[in-house]
Structure formats: structure tokens, C-alpha cells
């Protein structure tokens, strides 16, 4: 079985007034239209759907007793997707995403874990806006451990910063270690857990997460993350945002973002790269490799951006 999964991110409903009931409801993404959904009496069968080849879209059928739920799902600010297979049914169904990104930390004060996850709740939501679309829902929801646990391990002080990786069911997982930091840029108290400035790294280990199943090479993916993290936060407005990458060595993880500074780059246009990323991995059902990548980002730009990638030494 070969499937695909598509986030709705709006919706249409015709109501059918000669029939006196429902018409059709049509769901779209980032690729365009995914789904045509046609209703049928309750008393017949559903016919099956009619996927489209490359799986991006369908004509799925539902009994009208579906309806209710299906607008009542779609109201909901609960994000949705639609699953597609070349065998079986279409599914439509509440998925999760980085807003639903949970917080745990043993040992904190209730006051000051409600304003972590509240301050990262509230970076998750500009994050989705920033990029254009979501964390793939395969990772979600993702889990921000803020103290060292089981699952995070011990804090090496001097050495350890944060991560992001994927646990034994395949969902997001994010260590921190705020309660063991002791040189943070804010003081780990209530008053700062909930401010933008306090979610940098959130936002920057959030956005390797993002990347997943998008684009692989750490080179690609650290300035990017550093970049949004930057921005989210509020760390400083562009231009000075590109400031930060000015003096980087050709050598260090961050330096195909100096390159793409000295080619202009702008929050909007940084926006509309990732945005553009989300788009054509859907489209490919996979990662993009790094030509493909480097394609996406001349496409924008308006210009070859090959050259600031094999000065970054990503592309040969």
C-alpha cells in the first residue's frame, strides 16, 4: 500500500437546494484541491474513492450522516488532514501539529510550567505561519522536556545546549535542560518562561523537526533553524537579523546563510523558501536533495543560488 497524507488548510461546501440536502465539499492544501468529497443517501453503499495517480488528490464519497461531523472537524481550529492511498478508503481526520506541542519538566512549579508551554505554544503558531505549513504529522505532537529526564539524559554543563530527535514511536522529542542551565540568556522564572525572547531555542530545535522528511543535511537545515529562531523571537528585525552571519567561517554549519544574506535575503523571502520546501516535498512524496533544494531557493530569489551553495560548500 502506497499512501500519502495532506494537511486541509481551507474549505469550500455547496449546499445542494434541488436535492434539499448535501452537496459537495471540496478540501484544499498546499498542492491545491485534494479532495472532492460527494455525499450519498445512507440507505446505498459508499462507492469507493478515485484517487488521483500521484496520490495529491481524489473524489472520496460519504454517507450523509457524515457531514455533521466532517464542517464540525473543519470548524474546529484543530488542524486536519486528508490521507490517501491506492487501496483503501479516504481518511479525513483531526491530526497534530506544533501548537499541540506538549511540555513536561519533573520538578517545576506548576506557575512556571503553564508559562513555558504557554510562551512556546503561542512561538509554535508563529512558527507554522512563518514556514508556510506545519511539522509533518507523523512527529506530532512533539514533546519539550525542560529539565533532564529520562528521556533527555543527564545536562553536561558547557557541552550540552539542546536537541531534537525522534523517539521509539517516532514522535518529536526535544530536550532543553532550562532548570540545569546556568548561563541561560533569561533567568528560568515565570515572568520570562512565557516572553518570545525566552523561546529561541525552542523555535530552533522545533524547526529541525520541521525539516523532517523535507531535507536532510544539517548544513541546509542550521541556518534556517537559526534564522526562524531569530526571527520568532524577536532577537532582532531584518536586516540585522543577516548581522549575525556576517563574519561566519565557510567552514561552520550557518554558512550558506551568509551567502544567501549577501544575495538579500529577507524574512519574506526566508518565509517563502520553506514555504516553497513544504510544497515540493509534498509534491515528491520525500526530501528534497540538495540540487533540488538550491532550485527552490534560486526559484525565489529570482536568481542562481547555486553559487552560494557550493561557497557554503554544500554543493560541489
Not at 107 to 132: E, H, N, P, W, Y
Not at 224 to 237: G, M, N, Q, T, Y
Not at 250 to 255: C, G, I, L, Q, V
Request: net charge negative.
Amino acid at each position: 500500500m502506497v499512501f500519502k497524507t495532506h494537511d486541509v488548510i481551507r474549505y469550500n461546501y455547496a449546499y445542494d437546494a434541488r436535492a434539499g440536502g448535501p452537496g459537495q465539499l471540496q478540501l484544499w492544501g498546499i498542492l491545491g484541491k485534494i479532495a472532492d468529497v460527494r455525499f450519498v443517501d445512507d440507505a446505498f453503499p459508499v462507492p469507493a474513492p478515485v484517487p488521483a495517480p500521484d496520490l495529491n488528490s481524489a473524489t472520496a464519497y460519504f454517507g450523509r450522516k457524515s457531514l455533521p461531523g466532517l464542517i464540525e472537524m473543519l470548524r474546529n481550529r484543530r488542524r486536519v488532514s486528508v490521507t490517501i492511498d491506492d487501496q483503501g478508503p479516504v481518511s479525513i481526520r483531526n491530526t497534530f501539529g506544533l501548537a499541540d506541542s506538549l511540555v513536561v519538566c519533573a520538578g517545576c512549579a506548576s506557575d512556571l510550567l503553564a508559562a513555558k508551554t504557554q510562551g512556546i505554544q503561542d512561538a509554535m503558531r508563529r512558527l507554522v505561519a512563518f514556514c508556510g505549513a506545519d511539522a509533518p504529522p507523523e512527529i506530532c505532537p512533539i514533546t519539550f522536556h525542560l529539565s533532564a529526564d529520562g528521556a533527555c539524559g543527564a545536562y553536561q554543563p558547557g557541552v550540552t545546549t539542546g536537541a531534537f530527535g525522534l523517539d521509539s514511536a517516532g514522535l518529536g522529542t526535544i530536550c532543553l535542560y532550562d532548570v540545569e542551565k546556568q548561563y541561560r540568556a533569561l533567568p528560568f522564572t515565570v515572568a520570562n518562561a512565557s516572553t518570545r525572547q525566552d523561546q529561541l531555542l525552542p523555535v530552533h530545535e522545533a524547526m529541525h523537526g520541521w525539516f523532517v522528511g523535507r531535507q536532510s543535511n544539517y548544513r541546509v537545515q542550521e541556518p534556517f533553524c537559526k534564522l526562524a529562531s531569530f526571527f520568532i523571537s524577536e532577537v532582532a528585525p531584518f536586516p540585522d537579523l543577516c548581522s549575525f552571519f556576517a563574519t561566519t567561517p565557510d567552514t561552520h554549519p550557518d554558512a550558506l546563510m551568509k551567502y544567501l544574506c549577501r544575495m538579500g535575503m529577507t524574512a519574506t523571502l526566508a518565509s517563502q523558501v520553506l514555504a516553497l520546501l513544504a510544497r515540493k516535498a509534498e509534491e515528491l512524496g520525500r526530501a528534497l536533495s540538495d540540487d533540488e533544494f538550491a532550485a527552490v531557493v534560486s526559484a525565489v530569489f529570482g536568481q542562481d543560488a547555486v553559487p552560494a551553495f557550493r561557497s557554503a560548500g554544500i554543493l560541489p
